[in-house]
């Protein structure tokens, strides 16, 4: 890279590793070619896409204004295979070294990857850091420490056993849990009194969710897991906007009345038998259900005037609400106040039962040969 390109890149603040060659950024990273006085006045951004038996730079220390790091894996194809496999077995499975981190003293975000092994931040502290994304096996220790972060995520750990580290993070506003495979307890969360947004996913170990009851801040709610919910846990939630609880089995919807803030419901459970309850959920504008043979009456939808997206989810076997003639007319009413009804993974058999009227607003894609997505919108 001429010096005027790489000017001409730094201007702009960000400088990305997928210009024509992986190996350019390495270079100018290893050799300091960019100079002091430049890296000073425009570096703010980088993005690293390395192989296995690459890591950090140990001089990316230079950079010293660097406000955000991001540190993906290769993607694989066919002609890398071999070179990927050599990467491994050279590597031997080191983990990510993350000690030239320490030297970036103005970084606010840091998304990384894991690669082999498990990758430890030790007893640090990041002090400016707010935005933190892990994907893969990294772990902690006792006094790794994130004083002002408020964005977390962490996803495809199976190493992490424990959220200690949410003991040292009081300022985190948002928290993303998805496949930590070994987590069994979410006790931690009860420091995070400042939470706004929670997302648990695949984490197939926990034993219960109690904790949830404290997050008196909580905004947004995304729990998807083989563990149910126990409804009266949401009682204490009254800032709640959106609820996704997609996969996580709640039998009734008995007290969601108190959730009155509630403007977003995502509750595709296959036990529910009447929404009764959701008609005091005044400012609630969208709406997923799961197609059930156990709920068959609608009604309580002409109810919602202030609903405008309405979705039903289909199942891979079984009745469906779409076979009840009653819930499709009452579907037919309900359309006039709505600006999106939509049919996600139904049996195309259902679809040609749709009325014509229906079918010639709406849109029809086909999905996974037999599935298909019946979308009507205004």
Known sequence: MHRGQSHSVLNQGHFLSYVKDNSTIY??????????SCVESYLLSITLLVSSCETIPR??????????????????????????????????????DLHPLLSLSSLKELELDSFTGV???GNWTFKRLVVLKLRGDFSFEPQTSFPNLQNLSLASNDHLSNL????????????????????????????LLKLESLMIRGLYK????????????LSSLDFQNRRPVIPTILLNLTKL???????????????????????????????LTTLEPLLSLT???????????????????????????????????????????????????????????????????LYLRFPQAWKDKGEFKLRFRCLCDFILTK
């Open 59 to 96: 001089n990316i220390g230079n950079f010293l204004n660097l406000q955000e790091l991001i540190v993906k894996k290769k993607k694989k194809n066919l002609r890398d295979m071999y070179l990927l496999r050599r990467d491994l077995d050279r590597s031997n499975n080191l983990p990510l």
């Open 164 to 191: 200690q580290i949410l003991e040292n993070c009081k300022q985190l506003k948002h928290l993303a849990l998805s496949f930590c495979t070994e987590v069994e307890s979410i006790d931690s969360l009860t420091y």
């Open 241 to 271: 906007e959106k609820l996704i609880i997609s996969d996580a089995g709640c039998q009734n919807l008995n007290d969601f009345d108190r959730l009155t803030n509630l403007k977003v419901l995502d509750i595709t459970s296959r036990h």
């Open 283 to 349: 400012q609630l504008h969208t709406l997923t259900l799961q197609q059930t043979d156990k709920l068959e009456d609608l009604t309580a939808l002409l109810g919602m005037k202030n609903l405008q997206h309405l979705t039903f989810v289909g199942r891979q076997r079984g009745p469906d609400t779409l076979e009840n003639d009653g819930a499709l007319r009452i579907l037919q009413e309900a359309f006039i106040n709505l600006k999106t009804l939509k049919f996600e993974r139904i049996e195309k058999s």
């Open 206 to 217: 926990l034993k219960t969710c109690n904790a949830v009851t404290y997050l008196n801040n």
């Open 27 to 36: 270079a100018i990273l290893v050799s300091g070619k960019l100079g002091k």
């Open 119 to 121: 990758s430890n931040f």
